[in-house]
Structures are given as C-alpha cells and as structure tokens.
C-alpha cells in the first residue's frame, strides 16, 4: 500500500529557529514529490521535487529529495510566527494525477 | 482571477437529507479531485476526474457521488449523509497531463457538520 509518513507531528518553536520538517514515502512509481503549507483555509503550493539531491528555495524555505532513501526535507531558517501552519507533503505518481498526502507536520511559531 | 471555488463553505446538516457541494474551476483544468480531511488521518482522496465524463473512485468513495458534465464544475452528492461524513473538504484542480508536473489548486474548503 503507497504511503507518505511525515514527522514530527506537531513542533513548537520560537521565532529565530530554525526548522526541519520530514517526509519519507514507499509508492509505487514515484514521480515527484510536493510540499504545501496549510493555514486557516486552502493549502497552498511550496514546491515539487523530483530529481534527488537539487535543494529547490525560495526566501527562507528550502526542500530537497533523496530518492534513494526516499524521503524528503523542508527547512525554514530564522522562523516567524506568520510561518505557523500545518505543512503537508504529498507524492505524485506516474502516469496518473493522483496525489497521497501525509498527515502534516503542525508547526507553531511563538514570538 | 484564477482560483477554485467551492459552495457552500460551512454545511451543518441532518443525517439522511440530501446535499451537494459545488467545486468550479476556471482555470480549464481537465484534472478535478475531491478529498476530505480529518484529524489524524490528512487529506484522502474521495473522488477524481481525468476529464468531462471520466470519472474514477479514490481511497474513500463509500457514501459519495460525484458528476463531470462540464469541464469547469465537479459537485460532490451525499445522497445520504451520515454522522461520519462531518469533516473538512476540499476540491482540486490540476492540468491533465498524465505523469508530467502539474501542482494541484485547492479551493477553500467546506466545513460539513451532519448531525
């Protein structure tokens, strides 16, 4: 059965942190990987991944893949509390536009 | 401005009557999903579609319908919902284009509570 497990669950930090986020897959015909940040509403879209070892970054988030142990990881430098949200990884599949999400990561951002 | 739009946003209903959650597209997307999300569990998928009239069950389909008679719209049907079906909802939309990189939009989600 294809899965994508993230961890940690939950993660409380102070503003300044830095963070790292998990998530590692077992599918079947692996063809890329996405993160999305969750607020109060809609996920919306980070990155998506699909050669190993290429850190993908934008501001003070970065992604990158290792397909052979397959997992991936999202970093966040120098936390704000306006990163506070549920970050969500999902795998996309070949030949089809089916996406399997993890559970999510809760990440909370104190000042 | 480009977006998925989903009606209503907040449902509170009673078990056995009826309802249809709206999702639209104007993005001429051929890929429409709905998922459900729960705590603990993340985001399942319920129901896809490839394109107009091709429709396809995903992880979790019991209790639901769903109909693709134009391009832009994808309604979700519980024809009888139950207590188990108060979750957070959401539709999507992607270009189609079987294996290559297209993101998902998501639209804003409806909060269904069945008593």
């Known amino acids: 059965e294809d899965k994508v497990v993230q961890s940690p669950l939950s993660l409380v930090v102070h503003e300044g942190d830095t963070v790292t986020l998990n998530c590692s897959y077992e599918v079947t015909n692996f063809r890329s990987l996405l993160w999305y940040k969750q607020e109060k509403k809609a996920p919306t879209f980070l990155f998506m991944l699909?050669?190993?070892?290429i850190e993908k970054k934008s501001g003070r988030l970065s992604s990158i893949l290792d397909k052979k142990e397959l997992f991936s990881i999202l970093n966040i430098t120098a936390t704000q509390t306006g990163d506070s949200a549920v970050y969500l990884c999902?795998?996309?599949?070949?030949?089809?536009?089916?996406?399997?999400f993890g559970t999510g990561t809760r990440l909370q951002v104190f000042p | 401005e480009a977006q998925v739009t989903q009606n209503p946003r907040y449902l509170i209903t009673v078990t056995g009557k009826k309802l249809t959650v709206t999702c639209s597209q104007n993005?001429?997307?051929?890929?429409m999903s709905w998922y459900r999300q729960d705590p603990g569990l993340g985001l399942r998928q319920i129901y896809y579609?490839?394109?107009?009239?091709?429709?396809d069950k995903g992880d979790v389909p019991e209790g639901y319908k769903v109909s693709r008679k134009e391009k832009r719209n994808f309604p979700l049907i519980l024809e009888s919902p139950s207590p188990n079906q108060t979750s957070l909802y959401f539709c999507?939309?992607?270009?189609?284009?079987?294996?290559?990189?297209?993101?998902?939009?998501f639209g804003p989600g409806t909060r269904l509570t069945v008593l």
């Open positions: 699909t050669s190993s070892g």
């Open positions: 999902a795998v996309k599949l070949y030949n089809t536009d089916k996406l399997i």
């Open positions: 993005m001429n997307h051929e890929y």
């Open positions: 999507a939309s992607s270009l189609s284009l079987a294996g290559a990189n297209n993101e998902q939009f």
């Open positions: 579609s490839m394109n107009v009239e091709v429709t």
